[in-house]
């Protein structure tokens, strides 16, 4: 698990014990629970601008709109709790600047800068899946860079939440993708379900499922640091 000073692991293991009472629940932990910016969490939505991420089956929502959703509750649950956060994007739009050749590269390498400016704790990517060969496959599921011993802690904790919420008994996967491997801090990706399916992506919708999902992660990531 994470090493840090005692003190604040003691503030962040009580935090998860009040959340662990408030089933399903927006975090209500007062800042004093931790110590100020005691740590620093990068929260990453997945794709944005002209990069729509995959598509809902039934609705052809974008994922990308889901994965900013999902951020921005998740957001309030880690301020709540005295933690500094830093999203790599606030609104709809890209990190790439004009919407020109090679524009993805450039989006992936603005998060890459926004990771190494904030020299976080965890970063924690959120993006939906697809599998079209099963559209039957659902639920969330959570990759960590297989050299990551911190990352792959992450990734098991919140793999539990997860399992938890959907009923699932999935096992976090070893993951060879951009976000894990840019840079040396523990970093996972979050895909919180299957866009493929009928059912996830009808929940995904879901303002109401969407807090769930974002509990679940909070909850998993409070798990590692404590």
Not at 31 to 54: E, M, N, Q, Y
Not at 149 to 167: M, T
Request: with cysteine; aromatic share 10%; net charge neutral.
């Amino acid at each position: 698990m994470f090493v840090w000073k005692r003190s604040a692991i003691a503030a962040v293991a009580v935090a998860f014990a009040l959340l662990l009472s408030m089933s399903f629940a927006l975090a209500t932990v007062s800042a004093a629970s931790v110590p100020a910016a005691a740590f620093t969490v990068v929260l990453d939505a997945g794709h944005g601008g002209i990069d729509p991420g995959v598509l809902g089956v039934k609705t052809k929502t974008k994922e990308s709109e889901i994965n900013l959703k999902i951020v921005k509750k998740l957001e309030k649950q880690f301020i709540s709790a005295g933690f500094r956060v830093v999203l790599t994007r606030k609104n709809g739009g890209g990190l790439y600047g004009l919407p020109t050749e090679g524009y993805k590269q450039r989006d992936m390498r603005k998060r890459k800068e926004i990771i190494e400016e904030a020299q976080p704790n965890a970063v924690i990517s959120v993006h939906q899946n697809n599998f079209i060969s099963d559209r039957s496959r659902r639920g969330g599921q959570v990759f960590f860079k297989p050299s990551d011993e911190n990352g792959r802690a992450l990734a098991d904790c919140i793999q539990g939440e997860l399992n938890a919420l959907g009923g699932y008994d999935y096992s976090a996967l070893r993951g060879d993708y951009y976000m894990l491997n840019c840079s040396s801090y523990p970093s996972v990706i979050v895909e919180c379900g299957f866009l493929s399916n009928a059912e996830d992506e009808a929940l995904l919708l879901s303002e109401e499922y969407q807090e769930e999902v974002a509990l679940a992660i909070f909850k998993g990531a409070l798990s590692f640091f404590a």
